[in-house]
């Protein structure tokens, strides 16, 4: 039997075109070195911003494209499964988002209100079926404050604990190379058109807080054919979107600009030189295959019961809603 250790990845995110964005080089790195990558999307993203021309009859006319756009996107970085949960996209006017978006007439609470026990418990059940090694979600701040994005963090730790998974990563960008990015193109702005760019002065991770720095230039096709897959997130009625800035970089600048991915692993010590491995921490533990207690998720961390005990008590029966069993759209990837 080969010595070589293989893992599997789940990538949680809130909408379809989240994971090529903060985490697609990574993944894709990691499918090329013959570990399993598993995509989760909590929303299908019918409440983004889009041109016009993806609007069809229906209200999930954009749904339908996003998920179509998704699916390429996995292939790019060669996923081998992606799951959408379909929870109903909040949309994203501001820091905070009250109700429901325009055109949500459905009862069941966007996902950014929806009980965060019960989006884990689901959660974990994949989890568990994956036998996942690794969990990746955002940081507490969801990047720069999308409500979806903050749900994903919550809901991520929830169901790592449920789970018994060993490895959270919190997908990130640092704050520090951010804002220095911020004041170039605020210059660049001068001459030629650029999206609005919000405060960014608390949003993502304080560098000193990091742990990962994964190089994934040698992946950056992967990642752009994963961005480009996105089509209608690169338009849009109201201006410049930061996906087809990122697309039209020369290479050379997209080299610098996307060649390196971001990561804080909960409960590891930061302050310490950055690693380029997120399954640095499985190595030195020497984890090939799951034990029997992670099976049954009993092995319990520090930062998981500190993680349990701050949002709450949550049912560990591992039931599933009729609603997760009715919605769960999967789509098995074969492209390897």
Request: proline residues 6%; positive net charge.
């Amino acid at each position: 039997m080969s010595s070589r250790r293989h893992f599997t990845v789940v990538s949680f995110h809130a909408h379809p075109d989240d994971e090529a964005l903060l985490t697609s080089g990574t993944l894709a790195r990691a499918a090329a070195s013959g570990h399993r990558v598993v995509l989760v999307v909590a929303t299908a993203g019918e409440a983004g911003l889009a041109s016009g021309s993806f609007d069809d009859d229906d209200d999930q006319g954009l749904a339908r494209h996003r998920r179509v756009e998704l699916a390429a996107s996995a292939r790019a970085i060669g996923a081998a499964r992606v799951v959408v949960l379909g929870y109903p996209d909040s949309g994203w006017s501001g820091p905070v988002v009250v109700g429901r978006p325009p055109g949500h007439d459905s009862a069941e609470p966007v996902f950014s209100r929806a009980d965060p026990a019960q989006v884990a418990s689901e959660l974990a059940v994949l989890l568990r079926e994956e036998d996942a090694d690794v969990l990746t979600i955002y940081d507490p701040a969801g990047g720069y404050g999308h409500p979806d994005h903050v749900q994903v963090h919550r809901v991520g730790l929830l169901a790592a604990e449920l789970a018994g998974t060993p490895v959270v990563l919190e997908a990130t960008l640092d704050r520090r190379v951010l804002l220095r990015g911020v004041r170039l193109l605020t210059r660049l702005g001068r001459f030629v058109p650029l999206p609005e760019v919000p405060d960014l002065h608390a949003a993502y991770t304080d560098h000193d807080d990091l742990t990962h720095r994964v190089d994934v230039r040698r992946f950056l096709d992967a990642k752009k054919a994963s961005l480009r897959a996105h089509a209608s997130q690169a338009s849009g009625d109201r201006g410049p979107r930061t996906l087809a800035l990122l697309l039209r970089l020369p290479r050379p600048v997209a080299r610098r600009v996307l060649g390196r991915e971001w990561f804080r692993e909960v409960g590891r010590p930061a302050g310490g030189p950055l690693v380029d491995d997120i399954f640095d921490s499985l190595r030195a533990r020497g984890r090939t295959t799951a034990t029997d207690d992670d099976r049954r998720g009993l092995r319990r961390r520090p930062w998981q019961l500190t993680a349990w005990r701050q949002a709450g008590s949550v049912a560990t029966s591992g039931s599933v809603s009729p609603r997760w069993r009715a919605s769960v759209w999967s789509l098995w990837v074969t492209e390897r």
